[in-house]
């Protein structure tokens, strides 16, 4: 079983930045994909981006260009670096990890963008 604990969400302007982390433990070493996915009010869990262990990467059109997905695999830590963030990406930020065909989840974190 893997246990996944976000931080580094919070409020910010529009066009500002921020940097989620996500910290994978347990059994940690044999995951294959970890992600960022995030859930609106009313609305549906939606992919953000993905990073494979050999660091292949796939992103929402909504935020090519503007986020970055990275890992750490000796950390067992994946991050989001948001930038010029937009009112709309104002959601509930979840990582998520795949270990064997099975998926665990975080307990999300709160990214507001607002002035």
């Known amino acids: 079983q893997v246990q996944l604990v976000e931080s580094g969400g919070g409020l910010v302007q529009p066009g500002g930045s921020l940097r989620l982390s996500c910290v994978a433990s347990g059994s940690g070493f044999s995951i294959n994909v970890m992600g960022w996915y995030r859930q609106a009010p009313g609305k549906q869990r939606d992919l953000v981006a993905r990073?494979?262990?050999?660091?292949?990467?796939n992103y929402a059109d909504s935020v090519k260009g503007r986020f970055t997905i990275s890992r750490d695999n000796a950390k067992n830590t994946v991050y989001l670096q948001m930038d010029s963030l937009k009112p709309e990406d104002t959601a509930v930020y979840y990582c998520?990890?795949?270990?064997?065909?099975?998926?665990?989840w975080g307990q999300g974190t709160q990214v507001t963008v607002s002035s």
């Open positions: 990073i494979t262990r050999n660091g292949d990467t």
């Open positions: 998520k990890a795949d270990r064997f065909g099975i998926s665990s």
